[in-house]
């Protein structure tokens, strides 16, 4: 059983930036795919960023050039940093862990972006 715990969230005002961290339990995590979504209030979770075992990264285009997600096998922790944040960018983030045929979820960290 793996578990995800997320944290670095909170307020911050626009052009500001988080770094948001996510710990796994476990020894699947250097072998797993990991990635970031988001679910904004009234709207379907989705996905943010992906970074693969081999260190393939893909972005949604929204977020292309002011975040940036990294990972460190050694430390079991996947990152998100956030830059130049919008209004738009407020959302619970939640971390996956995917290894075929199972994945699983943290709780969320929530963000909000706000004068």
């Known amino acids: 059983q793996v578990q995800l715990v997320e944290s670095g969230g909170g307020l911050v005002q626009p052009g500001g930036s988080l770094r948001l961290s996510c710990v796994a339990s476990?020894?699947?995590?250097?072998?797993?795919?990991m990635a970031w979504y988001r679910q904004a209030p009234g709207k379907q979770r989705g996905l943010v960023a992906q970074?693969?075992?081999?260190?393939?990264?893909n972005y949604v285009d929204s977020v292309k050039g002011r975040f940036t997600i990294s990972r460190d096998n050694a430390k079991n922790t996947v990152y998100l940093q956030m830059n130049s944040l919008k209004p738009e960018d407020t959302a619970v983030y939640y971390c996956?862990?995917?290894?075929?045929?199972?994945?699983?979820w943290g709780q969320g960290t929530q963000v909000t972006v706000s004068s």
């Open positions: 996956k862990l995917q290894r075929f045929p199972q994945w699983y």
């Open positions: 476990g020894s699947i995590f250097s072998i797993s795919i």
């Open positions: 970074i693969t075992s081999d260190g393939v990264i």
